[in-house]
């Protein structure tokens, strides 16, 4: 079975610190998403990355910026938190880089993040 | 970019009964897929469409990939309390990069004993 695991399920931060959010697949594909969730809004798509040091922006880059070091580990990084940030951040994985109609994403169980 | 609307947003059903949402959109797609989020959890792939027209089955839950490629819906029979929570349609569109996903916005789903 895929795996996709986020480093904390529950996070606090204060307006303005720098917060890392980490996630692992452990089924070697290429592609990793990191989303946004919000009552009424959805999943929306922040970042996402095909190959490692490769990313393109999402529906809502802004305020964001990612890592991807190796294929395995794809970063969120809040360069300086803002209440309007507090949000349910959701991690994807999918296999691969190719365009395959048959290709699924597998979802992280999550980080609930609140910015005081 | 591209919508999918997904209704209803909420359902309220009594246990046993059985469930219908949907999800449409102005623009063609190749795939559809159905999730669930149970509370504090990340979506978990239930049903997966892949050819318009195609009608498939995960236990008590039905789906089926609308004949024009622009709307998918999800049934379930039969409701019990773990089908508590919400649904997202999802679709990816007939060309891109990195297997990118529109989602709609979620049904919730509750039930009542």
């Known amino acids: 079975d895929v795996k996709v695991t986020q480093s904390s399920r529950y996070l606090v931060k204060r307006t303005g610190e720098k917060v890392f959010l980490e996630c692992v697949q452990d089924?070697?594909?290429?592609?990793m998403f990191w989303y946004r969730q919000d009552p009424g809004l959805g999943l929306r798509l922040i970042y996402f990355s095909y190959d490692v040091k490769m990313k393109e922006k999402g529906d809502i880059p802004e305020g964001y910026s990612v890592s991807r070091e190796k294929k395995e580990r794809f970063s969120l990084i809040l360069e300086s938190a803002s209440t309007n940030q507090t949000s349910m951040y959701l991690c994807a994985s999918s296999r691969t880089i190719a365009y395959s109609s048959t290709d699924t994403q597998y979802f992280g169980p999550g980080t609930r993040l609140t910015v005081l | 970019g591209q919508q999918l609307n997904q209704s209803p947003q909420s359902m309220f059903i009594q246990e046993g009964e059985d469930v219908s949402m949907n999800c449409t959109s102005s623009s063609i797609f190749n795939t559809w897929l159905w999730y669930k989020q149970d509370p504090g959890e990340g979506p978990v792939l239930l049903i997966a469409?892949?050819?318009?027209?195609e009608l498939t089955s995960n236990g008590r839950l039905t789906a089926q990939f609308g004949i024009t490629r622009k709307d998918s819906f999800l049934n379930i029979s039969a409701s019990i309390p773990s089908d508590v929570g919400i649904y997202f349609c999802?679709?990816?569109?007939?060309?891109?990069?990195?297997?990118?996903?529109?989602f709609g916005t979620g049904t919730r789903l509750q039930v009542t004993l």
């Open positions: 469409l892949y050819k318009a027209g």
């Open positions: 089924m070697d594909h290429e592609n």
């Open positions: 999802a679709a990816r569109p007939l060309t891109g990069t990195a297997s990118k996903l529109t």
